[in-house]
């Protein structure tokens, strides 16, 4: 691994949802469950229907919520409100994982398709809220998600974002590609992909930012 390719980050920024906790989380499986009661109840449809049209949305717009408000005009902050009041207690601190990132020379920030008050609750419950310099969410990118690029300069605008000092942490591909363009480094975690804007790849998100700590 080419540490010494990253001795110039001074701008760390972290996706949250199956980049600092495993996708083998049941966190998940509540949120899917809210949404797609929603979509049930806002929708007349039934519950194929349901997780059918969230999994497509997803593929499609990026999230589903993209996708309930590019079809049926939904309202962004009453969706979050209900999808994301979850019980956040099957998420397990991860001191290590603090410890790596707290180590890290310069700012760190969540950057989540989620709400800031949903990072807030999810990084407290791993154990990480004193590790970040910021919390930002998709009420931050005026309800605009990754992929699509306003959101990420609306996001970077806000906390002044060095894009060539900078590097992007996050579990989908997808969502890494505005950030290359941008002249951010891209890390790739927990899934694989051959896509040119993958830089860099880990199953082990702390075992790579050690790497990067003992090397620096």
């Given at each position: 691994?080419?540490?010494?390719?990253?001795?110039?980050?001074?701008?760390?920024?972290?996706?949250?949802?199956?980049?600092?906790?495993?996708?083998?989380?049941?966190?998940?499986?509540?949120?899917?469950?809210?949404?797609?009661?929603?979509?049930?109840?806002?929708?007349?449809?039934?519950?194929?229907?349901?997780?059918?049209?969230?999994?497509?949305?997803?593929r499609?717009?990026?999230?589903?919520?993209?996708g309930?408000?590019?079809?049926?005009?939904?309202?962004?902050?009453?969706?979050?409100?209900?999808?994301?009041?979850?019980?956040?207690?099957?998420?397990?601190?991860?001191?290590a994982?603090?410890?790596?990132?707290?180590?890290?020379?310069?700012?760190?920030?969540?950057?989540?398709?989620?709400?800031?008050?949903?990072?807030?609750?999810?990084?407290?419950?791993?154990?990480?809220?004193?590790?970040?310099?910021?919390?930002?969410?998709?009420?931050?990118?005026?309800?605009?998600?990754?992929?699509?690029?306003?959101?990420?300069?609306?996001?970077?605008?806000?906390?002044?974002?060095?894009?060539?000092?900078?590097?992007?942490?996050?579990?989908?591909?997808?969502?890494?590609?505005?950030?290359?363009?941008?002249?951010?480094?891209?890390?790739?975690?927990?899934?694989?992909?051959?896509?040119?804007?993958?830089?860099?790849?880990?199953?082990?998100?702390?075992?790579?930012?050690?790497?990067?700590?003992?090397?620096?």
């Open positions: 691994m080419p540490y010494d390719e990253l001795s110039h980050i001074t701008d760390w920024v972290f996706d949250l949802d199956h980049t600092l906790y495993p996708a083998s989380s049941s966190l998940f499986l509540q949120l899917e469950a809210k949404m797609e009661a929603y979509m049930m109840r806002e929708l007349a449809i039934d519950l194929a229907k349901a997780k059918s049209l969230r999994a497509e949305y997803w499609e717009h990026g999230t589903t919520l993209a309930m408000m590019h079809h049926h005009g939904t309202d962004p902050v009453a969706f979050l409100d209900e999808v994301q009041d979850i019980d956040f207690s099957c998420l397990v601190p991860n001191p994982l603090a410890k790596a990132i707290q180590n890290l020379s310069g700012r760190k920030i969540v950057y989540t398709n989620g709400s800031s008050g949903y990072a807030k609750n999810a990084v407290f419950a791993l154990g990480l809220s004193q590790v970040f310099d910021g919390l930002y969410g998709i009420d931050h990118a005026g309800y605009i998600s990754k992929p699509y690029k306003t959101g990420f300069e609306r996001v970077f605008a806000k906390v002044n974002l060095n894009h060539k000092n900078a590097i992007m942490f996050e579990d989908d591909p997808r969502n890494l590609f505005v950030p290359h363009e941008m002249g951010l480094k891209t890390v790739l975690v927990g899934t694989k992909s051959d896509a040119a804007h993958i830089q860099y790849q880990t199953d082990d998100l702390t075992g790579f930012i050690l790497g990067l700590v003992q090397t620096g």
